[in-house]
């Protein structure tokens, strides 16, 4: 399925560069990776497309690999004859000023899930009808899910992580992630 859809891909969307991620084992997914610039005439094509259409989004999620981040849009076929999941990456290399095409128009459901990747990696979607923060106040500082966030130590004259309201563990662990993201951005500068 997954090589017929590259190839519809190709064949329909010029520029799209789409490219199969085959999966190690039988136990893991097979992915589609497209260009950047394409993700929203890519989904629409798979939305409208009679040789295998999608008809839902279920998901989309960011991942942050330090160098780059990828939104991940997780598409499906709701049939009782041929029910069919998709996963569909797309790279992200600026960190700065990284964006992507909103598919709100394509998939109403992406509204909040567009949000939430904006609110937690600081990846913006052009043209989203209410791009803002979700779960994070609209001040915050930084995006949570990415590698490199250190959390402010104060939000509203409050400490954020005060050491009286945590256990020992969860703070122990928290600065041990923060030494070791600060390891990692060294290592991807040298």
Not at 45 to 58: C, E, G, I, K, W
Not at 106 to 119: G, I, L, M, S
Not at 135 to 152: H, I, M, S
Request: glycine letters at 4%; one cysteine or more; a negative charge.
């Amino acid at each position: 399925m997954h090589n017929e859809l590259v190839d519809l891909i190709n064949k329909n969307v010029p520029g799209a560069s789409a490219t199969l991620n085959a999966a190690p084992d039988a136990k893991s997914d097979s992915t589609i990776s497209v260009d950047a610039n394409s993700i929203f005439k890519v989904v629409q094509f798979l939305r409208d497309n009679t040789t295998m259409p999608f008809n839902a989004l279920q998901c989309i999620s960011g991942v942050d690999y330090l160098d780059y981040m990828e939104v991940c849009y997780v598409l499906g076929h709701f049939d009782v004859n041929a029910p069919r999941d998709l996963i569909l990456k797309v790279k992200v290399t600026d960190r700065v000023n990284g964006n992507l095409d909103s598919v709100v128009s394509v998939y109403p459901a992406a509204n909040f899930q567009e949000r939430e990747v904006f609110d937690m990696f600081g990846i913006r979607f052009n043209n989203h009808p209410d791009l803002r923060r979700i779960l994070c106040p609209d001040d915050w500082q930084g995006w949570p899910l990415r590698k490199d966030y250190v959390a402010q130590k104060y939000y509203a004259d409050m400490e954020v992580y005060p050491d009286g309201k945590m256990n020992f563990e969860d703070r122990e662990f928290i600065v041990r992630q923060d030494m070791i993201k600060k390891a990692q951005l060294a290592a991807a500068k040298n």
